[in-house]
């Protein structure tokens, strides 16, 4: 982990071990400006039998909406959620965090 990601967790309270924060911009949400941080979720094993013999297959992306205390600048955090399969039981496993649930988020933080 680089120094930024872990001032990025630092400053978001996050603890999550495989997020990593890769880069931060302002952007345009719904025509207003948008905090997003960038972070890669990484998987470095199989979720079905831990196996570390594994292939990465590309990465799936979700937007979590992250609760900012200044609410007229929105926070965003972009995750690349890494996926891979397994050379051992051939199955796919994707990269899971608290901030993003696997369907989708019934609160409507997701977007
Ligand atoms: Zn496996």
């Not at 400053?11 to 302002?26: M, R």
């Not at 998987?43 to 937007?63: A, K, M, Q, T, V």
């Not at 891979?84 to 933080?109: F, I, Y």
């Amino acid at each position: 982990m680089t120094s930024l990601s872990n001032y990025i967790k630092f400053t978001l309270n996050i603890e999550a071990d495989n997020l990593e924060f890769l880069d931060a911009s302002l952007e345009k949400h719904r025509g207003r400006d948008a905090k997003v941080y960038h972070a890669v979720l990484h998987l470095d094993h199989c979720l079905r039998c831990g196996s570390d013999h594994i292939w990465h297959n590309g990465h799936s992306y979700s937007n979590v909406r992250y609760l900012a205390l200044d609410a007229s600048l929105p926070v965003f955090i972009r995750i690349a959620k890494e996926r891979v399969v397994c050379q051992n039981c051939h199955r796919n496993s994707m990269a899971e965090t608290d901030l993003v649930n696997k369907k989708r988020d019934p609160t409507g933080l997701l977007y």
